[in-house]
């Protein structure tokens, strides 16, 4: 299947720890990569590959994957950081499909 | 910086084909590397992949889409272009340009444009 599946809303107090998944059997073969999108802006990369965050992107936030499961954490949650964040991942067959979204509530 | 810009019609009739093409600047298109992506979000909904292209013309889409999307590339113009036919409402959406990047077995979109939203209404 080329399918991603996230769980569509998640919630954390602030500053603290929360992890966001991204299951499908892609993830057994390919990294995934994760977006955030905040309200009207086009989404930014944060993560990719084992671990890697592009330039300008805090340290809290870190990826990790094990099996056919692939997770955003976010340590020490800023209230900035509320957002919809998307996984991505290449299939067997060539094609990019995107999870279906998490919306992140910073309480 | 790489920077990536939309353009193209805001409203299209159903049934036409909806255009749209992507500017490319601060990189040329044609050195290589990478492959250039179109991608689209519904209002309100997720994000979905459209296709892609590398320089050399070689193309792949997404399955769903496949049988009415066409990209194409000018490197003349470091731009790329997405076509797609038969448009319906269900084509409503903000369409994306993205560059793809490679490394190993991780495919991302390290750079986008900003989007621009497309109509579908008579």
């Known amino acids: 299947s080329s399918e991603l599946t996230q769980d569509p809303a998640v919630s954390v107090a602030l500053g603290q720890t929360v992890r966001i998944t991204c299951q499908g059997d892609?993830?057994?073969?390919?990294?995934a990569s994760w977006y955030q999108q905040k309200p009207g802006q086009a989404p930014v990369l944060v993560i990719y590959?084992?671990?890697n965050r592009p330039s300008g992107i805090p340290d809290r936030f870190s990826g990790s994957s094990s099996g056919n499961t692939a997770s955003l954490t976010i340590t020490g949650a800023q209230a900035e950081d509320e957002a919809d964040y998307y996984c991505?991942?290449?299939?067997?067959?060539?094609?990019?499909?995107f999870g279906g979204g998490t919306k992140l509530t910073v309480l | 910086q790489v920077q990536l810009q939309e353009s193209g019609p805001g409203l299209v009739k159903p049934s036409q084909t909806l255009s749209l093409t992507c500017t490319v600047s601060?990189?040329?298109?044609?050195?290589?590397?990478?492959?250039w992506s179109w991608i689209r979000q519904h209002p309100g909904k997720g994000l979905e992949w459209i296709g892609y292209?590398?320089?050399?013309?070689?193309?792949y889409y997404n399955p769903s889409l496949k049988s009415r999307v066409t990209i194409s590339v000018d490197t003349s113009k470091n731009q790329f272009s997405l076509k797609l036919s038969s448009v319906t409402a269900a084509d409503t959406a903000v369409y994306y340009c993205?560059?793809?990047?490679?490394?190993?077995?991780?495919?991302?979109?390290?750079?986008w444009g900003q989007g621009t939203l497309v109509t579908v209404s008579s």
């Open positions: 993205a560059r793809t990047a490679v490394s190993g077995t991780t495919y991302y979109f390290d750079y």
């Open positions: 601060g990189g040329s298109i044609s050195s290589g590397g990478y492959y």
């Open positions: 292209i590398y320089y050399s013309g070689s193309t």
């Open positions: 892609s993830l057994r073969s390919y990294y």
């Open positions: 590959g084992k671990n």
């Open positions: 991505n991942s290449r299939d067997s067959s060539g094609n990019h499909p």
